[in-house]
């Protein structure tokens, strides 16, 4: 039922993020205090990391601006601890057991690693493929690494 609820809550976003980007019939009140910017942000690559993944997302900065924070919070949020960071860009590289993550990690128990890999795959960054066999989730490499990059960006690492 969870899955369901996912699967409409992403739609109704979609949806807002569309009359607010003026894709869809949306009826504008004059006194809108944020009249649409116009414009589009948006990402792509072509990866060859652990299989070929290609990925293009471009979206109006309304449409941007009106999505609900909770998921992207909570994505955000894991992505947020240096495990959790170092534990995708191990996952990166492609499928990891438990106990080789585990090994590249040193200093993590096994205690800690699985509740950092609970919140990832709570926030669909990581999919569990068997018991202890661990993924990035397709859709999720290209925007990890754009978050990594952006991250890397606003830190002023890439000048």
Known sequence: MSDVADRLAALEARVAALEAAGGLDASVSASDPHPPTGGAVGYSGEVH???????????????????????????????????????????????????????????TSAGRLYHHLKALTGARIVDQQARGDYRLAPRTVVPALVLMMASADIAGELR
């Open 49 to 107: 990391l652990a299989g070929d993944v290609s990925w293009s997302m471009t979206y109006s900065p309304d449409g941007v601006l009106g999505l609900p924070p909770e998921r992207s919070v909570e994505v955000l949020a894991a992505l947020g601890h240096p495990v959790r960071f170092a534990i995708v860009r191990a996952l990166l590289r492609g499928p990891m057991s438990a106990t080789a993550l585990q090994e590249s990690l040193d200093s």
